[in-house]
């Protein structure tokens, strides 16, 4: 079935460094993609997303592009923040009903 | 705020047990989809209702129920609480059915409701 892998494990660093979270993804049709952020005891929210292969998808500082060749969606971010420290779901959907389907999440933890 | 209310915030309870859990979409949203979130398991979609009829399901077990109601808010009924089904459940809406010029993906969330079986 449609699915979505993110990279294991939580991701530390300092703020000001650079953010990669990998996110691959398997589908049969053509999903949209998306990255949404759950800030501690916070309901998931968008952050961003893309529609077709090769949009890039931006908000908020962070970058995504769709990569159909790589069957990738990896998200980017130049320099991160205390405040960026959260919870990143990478997620897909067909549109045949709205209905997203997510990785398993990375915890996010910018020390100052 | 999303708009999305969801309760109780927390809930302890008893294996065996039966328990609720309330959500009232955002303003106008005629969806409403449930999902599990557990360290294990991640992010589970449940079962979807669009205006107050069923629309989709997924990984929701026999012993879990879910309706919406005319004014569109929705209940998850769970019963026969096992160990194994403390976790945190959100709920969301969105204004779609799903597909067509009005999808957008974009689906709203509540804070959820942090189910524990003891």
């Known amino acids: 079935g449609d699915s979505v892998t993110q990279m294991e494990g939580p991701v530390t660093l300092s703020e000001e460094a650079f953010l990669t979270i990998n996110c691959t993804y398997t589908a049969t049709g053509y999903p949209s993609l998306f990255w949404y952020v759950q800030y501690p005891g916070e309901g998931l929210q968008l952050l961003l997303k893309a529609t077709k292969a090769d949009d890039k998808g931006s908000n908020k500082g962070f970058e995504a592009t769709y990569r159909k060749e790589t069957t990738s969606f990896h998200l980017e971010k130049g320099s991160v923040q205390v405040s960026d420290s959260a919870v990143y779901f990478c997620?897909?959907?067909?549109?045949?009903?709205?209905?997203?389907?997510f990785g398993k999440g990375n915890q996010v933890v910018v020390i100052p | 705020d999303s708009g999305v209310t969801q309760t109780p915030k927390h809930l302890i309870t008893a294996t065996g047990q039966r328990v609720t859990l309330r959500c009232s979409p955002r303003?106008?949203?005629?969806?409403v989809y449930w999902y599990q979130q557990s360290l294990d398991q991640g992010l589970q979609f449940l079962i979807q209702?669009?205006?107050?009829?069923?629309?989709a399901k997924g990984n929701i077990l026999e012993r879990f129920s879910a309706q919406q109601f005319p004014d569109l808010h929705s209940e998850l009924n769970l019963s026969s609480l096992e160990l194994g089904d403390s976790a945190l459940y959100f709920c969301a809406s969105s204004a779609a059915k799903g597909g067509g010029l009005l999808s957008t993906g974009e689906l709203f969330f509540g804070e959820g409701s942090r189910l524990t079986v003891l």
């Open positions: 303003s106008g949203d005629l969806s």
């Open positions: 209702y669009y205006n107050g009829e069923e629309r």
């Open positions: 997620a897909l959907t067909l549109g045949g009903n709205n209905r997203l389907a």
